[in-house]
């Protein structure tokens, strides 16, 4: 890690990773109007993983192969992100980049349960109350127009819930191995190297997978993406070595409020409303509470 970042406290790192997610999760919105989920998730990860690799000349220091914490990175790729990005992404298709984001809200739960009993962490109220504010944003957010008709089956719902709760073991996986091994971006290059060659071999032992055409365009939008999550989970990374889970978890579940504004002021897909707004006052003092009493 740069000099320039080194007394940068987690929270803003949290904070980065939860903006870059937000961003990740617009471009694949996009690039899942001509391409199928499977394969954009593959390449998603494959893009992220080349993109580790790229890096490894200038970042990678080879003697922590010879650490046994390397089995617990290796552990967290077989499922985060392969199995979560295509949750997450089958969420996007089926309800949207922001409701999708929105359901993954129950991270915060799913990280404090297992920060508290498994690391041994301590929820305070502060943090609790924080975290509680963001769960309320954007449960708000999530809720529908009762006038409207639902377009999305039940059963989605279960698609960034169950993303959230994969990430969230992953992200105790990842601390755990930090301990032994304190490099992010080793975390990092571990964990997507594994999901690509986990995804890219799910993809072609599939009977009925989806050809994929290289030219179309839309797949630039998972290349993109994928490049994005990459510096996301560098930035995660780190605040959660520097941080604790009932903290950061909260911070980086923060991603909707991004993701809505995005949505908003950049792609206009949706109008400012006075349930936005609220949200975003209920999220920024609770992010806020939460990082001034960590």
């Known amino acids: 890690m740069p000099a320039l970042f080194e007394n940068t406290p987690p929270v803003l790192f949290a904070l980065t990773a939860a903006f870059l997610f937000a961003v990740g999760g617009q471009l694949q919105f996009i690039g899942l109007s001509n391409i199928d989920s499977r394969n954009g998730t593959m390449i998603s990860i494959a893009t992220s993983a080349l993109f580790y690799w790229a890096m ?52 915060p739960i799913f990280g404090a349960t297992l920060g508290v009993l498994w690391l041994g962490e301590t929820l305070t109220w502060p943090i609790a109350m924080g975290t509680g504010g963001v ?70 032992m599939r009977r009925k997978s989806v050809t994929l055409q290289w030219r179309n365009k839309s797949l ?21 070595m520097r941080g604790q889970i009932v903290t950061v978890v909260p911070i980086v579940s923060a991603a909707p409020i991004f993701s809505m504004l995005l949505s908003i002021i950049v792609f206009r897909r949706e109008k400012l409303t006075a349930r936005i707004v609220l949200a975003v006052f209920l999220v920024v003092p609770s992010v806020t509470y939460i990082a001034l009493n960590r």
Request: hydrophobic share 55%; net charge positive.
């Open 56 to 107: 490894a000349p200038f970042l990678l220091d080879w003697s922590h192969w010879t650490q046994p914490a390397v089995f617990i990175f290796i552990l967290a790729g077989l499922f985060r992100p392969s199995v979560s990005a295509n949750l997450s992404v089958a969420g996007i298709r089926h309800l949207g980049p922001t409701l999708s984001s929105t359901l993954s809200a129950t991270a």
């Open 135 to 204: 769960i309320a944003a954007i449960i708000l957010l999530s809720k529908k127009d009762s006038r409207a008709q639902a377009t999305w089956p039940l059963w989605a719902l279960t698609l960034p819930i169950g993303a959230a709760a994969v990430r969230s073991l992953a992200h105790v996986l990842s601390k755990i191995g930090m301990e032994d091994i304190p490099d992010p971006y080793f975390a990092g290059l571990i964990g997507f190297s594994v999901s690509a060659v986990v995804t890219i071999l799910n993809q072609s």
């Open 220 to 240: 630039y939008w998972f290349v993109a993406s994928g490049l994005t999550f990459g510096i996301a989970v560098i930035s995660l990374n780190t605040a959660l």
